[in-house]
């Protein structure tokens, strides 16, 4: 199985700050990696899918990039809504799906 | 624009299966690109995904829980299920339904979430 591993685990910032979350792969997935916002109480929202497509509709300020087996979300200027739970998700043939643990971004 | 929402019973007792409907509103399951997908969270843990059908009936599962999990497509009701057998306390968490576009373009819709519990 693919693990997905994500640091920091917590990450503390302020408004207006530049953050950047990583994502590890155990094995190369190419560009098959998705990122989602999760807030309690509320689904998942998809910002950015094949490693560095914005979803149409998400903030300009959210970015992807990366291949193979390391990959980062920034947040070029944080805002009061951005602070949340963070998720990778990767795709392969084999176990299909893993999600990353998670990254929260606190105040 | 598509809406998911899920239904089924809020308590499930241990051993038992829990199952669940997802209705599809605003858009059809039969739609060519789109695997109707479970995904679940336990409380204070992250985001698991359980498995996903296309409307040919095509599923695929996660691994770990593939000999629990049956998934099925109901075109006629416009709707999709999940059947989670011999159930644990492990198997609490809110569930979810989502729309995975095909060729890895992500989980554009989902539904709120609902909330099972196991124990007797």
């Known amino acids: 199985d693919i693990q997905m591993t994500q640091s920091p685990s917590t990450l503390s910032a302020s408004v207006g700050d530049r953050v950047t979350i990583t994502c590890r792969a155990s094995?190369?997935?190419?560009?098959?990696l998705a990122w989602y916002q999760k807030k309690p109480g509320e689904a998942p929202r998809l910002l950015i899918y094949k490693a560095s497509t914005l979803e149409s509709g998400v903030p300009l300020r959210f970015s992807g990039s990366g291949s193979g087996t390391e990959f980062t979300l920034t947040i070029s200027s944080l805002q009061p809504d951005d602070f949340a739970t963070y998720y990778c998700q990767q795709y392969n043939s084999h176990s299909a799906y893993t999600f990353g643990q998670g990254t929260k971004l606190e105040i | 624009q598509v809406q998911l929402q899920e239904s089924g019973p809020g308590l499930v007792k241990p051993s038992e299966t829990l199952s669940l409907t997802c209705s599809v509103s605003?858009?059809?399951?039969?739609?060519?690109?789109?695997?109707w997908t479970w995904i679940r969270q336990p409380p204070g843990k992250g985001l698991e995904w359980i498995g996903q059908i296309y409307y040919s009936g095509s599923t695929t599962y996660n691994p770990s829980l593939k000999s629990r999990v049956i998934m099925s497509v109901d075109t006629s009701k416009n709707s999709f299920s999940l059947k989670l057998s011999s159930v644990t306390a492990a198997d609490s968490a809110v569930y979810y339904c989502?729309?995975?576009?095909?060729?890895?373009?992500?989980?554009?819709?989902w539904g709120q979430g609902t909330t099972v519990i196991v124990s007797s």
């Open positions: 094995h190369a997935v190419s560009t098959r």
């Open positions: 989502a729309r995975n576009r095909d060729n890895y373009n992500g989980m554009d819709v």
């Open positions: 605003g858009g059809s399951v039969s739609s060519n690109g789109y695997y």
